[in-house]
C-alpha cells in the first residue's frame, strides 16, 4: 500500500532519537509516541479523526495499518478510517486503494460493501469530465460492478447501479464525440464504428439517438443505402414521433395488414 510523503517524513523523526518535539510526532498536544500499544492508539487515532485533526488521524491510522498483523480485528477498521482520512483531504486515490485494500483484504467484513462502493465513487471522482482520459472512470465501473456481483443482497446496490448509469452515459458521450471527430472531417468509416459502438454498448443512454442519426448521415454520405435504411428503421422503432428523426428519415412505412377472410362456410347438412 503506497504511503504518503507526510506520513514517511513523520515516522521516520519520531523513530529518531529525541524525535518527541518535533511537529511531526508532538501536534497541539497530540503526542503518538504516548501510546504503548495498538489498542491505546487506534481509540486516541478515532478522537482525532471526530475532532477533523487530518494529520494527527493520518499519522495514526497509516502507522497501524503498517504495523497490525494481518487478521488482527482492528485492521478493517483501521483501514476504514485511513480511507476516510484520505477522502477528507480530497486525496482520492489513496481513498479509493484504501477502501480496496479493506474488500480484498477481508471480503466477509461488514463494511467491505461498503468500501467498496465508497473506492467506486473515489476513483470516479478522479475522471472529471468525459473528455478526459477514462481510465479512472473504468476503473470505478469496474469497481461497483465488482460490489454488484460480490454482494447482490448490499443496500448500497441502488445507488451503485445509479453511479454504473451515470459512468454508462459518459463513457457514450467520450465514445460519441469521438466519433464526430471523424464525421466532422469526412472520415465517415471510422466515425461509423464509434457510432455503432454507442449503439452497442450502451443501449440505455439518451445518447444512442444522436449516434443513430448521425449513422444514418454517414451511410448516406458513403452511399450505404440499405444501411441507412436500416438506422433509420431502428430510430423509427424507437423515436418515431421525434423531430429529428422526422426530418431525416421521414415517417415510417404503414405496415400492411393481412384482410379477415370473411367468407362463409356452410355447415354440413347432416
Known amino acids: 500500500m503506497p504511503v504518503s510523503p507526510a506520513f514517511r517524513r513523520g515516522w521516520l523523526a519520531c523513530a529518531t532519537t529525541g524525535a518527541v518535539?518535533?511537529?511531526?510526532?508532538?501536534?497541539?498536544?497530540?503526542?503518538?509516541?504516548?501510546?504503548?500499544?495498538?489498542?491505546?492508539?487506534y481509540r486516541s487515532a478515532v478522537v482525532e479523526y471526530q475532532r477533523k485533526k487530518w494529520d494527527n488521524a493520518l499519522l495514526a491510522f497509516e502507522k497501524l495499518s503498517l504495523e497490525l498483523p494481518a487478521r488482527d480485528t482492528l485492521l478493517p477498521r483501521t483501514l476504514w478510517y485511513l480511507a476516510k482520512?484520505?477522502?477528507?483531504?480530497?486525496?482520492?486515490?489513496?481513498?479509493?486503494?484504501?477502501?480496496?485494500?479493506?474488500?480484498?483484504?477481508?471480503?466477509?467484513?461488514?463494511?467491505?460493501?461498503?468500501?467498496?462502493y465508497f473506492a467506486g465513487q473515489n476513483y470516479g471522482r478522479l475522471w472529471r469530465k468525459p473528455a478526459l482520459d477514462a481510465e479512472y472512470g473504468e476503473t470505478a465501473?469496474?469497481?461497483?460492478?465488482?460490489?454488484?456481483?460480490?454482494?447482490?443482497?448490499?443496500?448500497?446496490?441502488?445507488?451503485?447501479?445509479?453511479?454504473?448509469?451515470?459512468?454508462?452515459?459518459?463513457?457514450?458521450?467520450?465514445?460519441?464525440?469521438?466519433?464526430?471527430?471523424?464525421?466532422?472531417?469526412?472520415?465517415?468509416?471510422?466515425?461509423?464504428?464509434?457510432?455503432?459502438d454507442v449503439v452497442k454498448l450502451y443501449p440505455e443512454v439518451q445518447r444512442v439517438k444522436d449516434a443513430e442519426l448521425r449513422l444514418v448521415q454517414s451511410y448516406r454520405?458513403?452511399?450505404?443505402?440499405?444501411?441507412?435504411?436500416?438506422?433509420?428503421?431502428?430510430?423509427?422503432?424507437?423515436?418515431?414521433?421525434?423531430?429529428?428523426?422526422?426530418?431525416?428519415?421521414?415517417?415510417?412505412?404503414?405496415?400492411?395488414?393481412?384482410?379477415?377472410?370473411?367468407?362463409?362456410?356452410?355447415?354440413?347438412v347432416p
Open 141 to 196: 465501473l469496474n469497481t461497483y460492478r465488482t460490489m454488484l456481483t460480490m454482494y447482490p443482497n448490499s443496500p448500497l446496490n441502488p445507488k451503485a447501479q445509479q453511479e454504473v448509469s451515470r459512468l454508462n452515459a459518459w463513457f457514450a458521450d467520450k465514445t460519441y464525440e469521438n466519433g464526430m471527430f471523424y464525421f466532422r472531417r469526412k472520415g465517415y468509416d471510422s466515425a461509423i464504428i464509434y457510432f455503432k
Open 21 to 41: 518535539l518535533l511537529g511531526a510526532c508532538h501536534r497541539g498536544g497530540w503526542d503518538i509516541t504516548r501510546y504503548k500499544d495498538n489498542d491505546a492508539l
Open 221 to 268: 454520405a458513403i452511399k450505404y443505402k440499405d444501411d441507412a435504411a436500416d438506422a433509420c428503421a431502428a430510430l423509427q422503432k424507437s423515436w418515431a414521433r421525434d423531430r429529428e428523426v422526422l426530418q431525416l428519415c421521414g415517417s415510417p412505412a404503414p405496415v400492411a395488414v393481412t384482410p379477415r377472410d370473411t367468407t362463409v362456410v356452410p355447415k354440413p
Open 85 to 116: 482520512v484520505h477522502e477528507a483531504q480530497s486525496d482520492h486515490l489513496l481513498a479509493a486503494q484504501s477502501y480496496t485494500r479493506l474488500t480484498e483484504s477481508f471480503p466477509d467484513d461488514s463494511l467491505s460493501d461498503d468500501a467498496l
